[in-house]
């Protein structure tokens, strides 16, 4: 079976920066836009140009800043949005305008106070004057993941024979179960007339930890873009994460699909943006955590040291990491001691290692973790006429 391809649409510029306090300059953008081009993303949605002057410059600024993705400009389905959306993006050589409107219950009484009806001649009107700026127009169904399948098909329909490109099923709240989420792309797909015209995209939320699970279901049931930012981060609990999205599908033939990603350039992506937006990575954070490819424990450093495979899925060097880590703690065993003490230049007999081992357990009793230094200052005192 031929594999498919899966467009990655990075918003890190636009729902990510969204993280209160994370703020990014235009200069900034800029810089990461550029490196999401590296990276390979085939779409960064770069801001939201009519919500202020200097959203509007840096959309802009990224336009003229990168060549090969398409730069997407975020729009309510307001005429004048869609108007500075337009005017932000002229610059662009593959410009897409992204507009939409909520179409849950929820949304439509208490956000929009309108009707079913009326939400669909808006987002009809939105999509149509979208067309007249540029081709590629996407549509978002705000709160997707709480809207009823049936009337979502009829907005879909309805923005498909507009003239939609994409149609994004953004679960915005981060709501839905995977199997739910799923289940939901299936039924837009077997159900909504002319949707093999267009690209179904997920856009999923995290405020169960569901999000990126949920987008690969949206992918194993027919959606061809994945909306996601680097390390997760985004309002509240944050977007789906791309390097996990990115590594699922490189990780698990079985889906056959592919992206374009440059993954070698993960880990120094996640790290300009935690710097620039001011935001750490949690250490355990999938793929590019601190963490992600340490081991402390006996068991788990034995294994790695005889064979990496045995505890990791993934070679460090394909995401950019240049090693495994051995992470001497009290849980540590003699494989990791003699390992690290090689390492730093002690080469250590059976008996060296028994000697060795018995004193580092009370060092490292009382730390949390026993450095290189540590290492060698154990070994030297309890060897001094040795070394
Ligand atoms: O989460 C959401 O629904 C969004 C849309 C504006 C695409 O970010
Ligand atoms: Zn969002």
Redesign the pocket.
Known sequence: MADTQIFIFD?TL??GE?VPGCKLNSDQKIEIAQQLEKLGVDVIEAG?PVSSPGDFKSVSDICQAVTEPIVCG?S?AVERDIEVAAAALKHARRPRI?T?I?TSDMHIRHKLHSTQEAIIERAVAAVKYAKSFTEDVEF?????GRTENEYLARVLEAVLAAGATVL?I????GYCLPEEYGAKIRYLRENVRGIHKAILST?C?NDLGLATANSIAGVQNGARQV?CTINGI??RAG?TSLEEVVMILRQHPDLNCITNIQTRLLNETSQMVSELMGMPVQPNKAIVGANAFAHSSGIHQDGVIKMRETYEIINPLDVGVDHSKIVLTARSGRAAIAYRAKTIGFELSKAELDVVYERFLVVADGKKEVGDEDLAGIIMNEFAAVV
């Open positions: 918003t636009r729902d969204q939201f975020l309510r992204h939409g909520g978002y169904a705000e709160d997707a994004n953004p679960d915005t709240t856009h939320h909306e985004g309002e977007n």
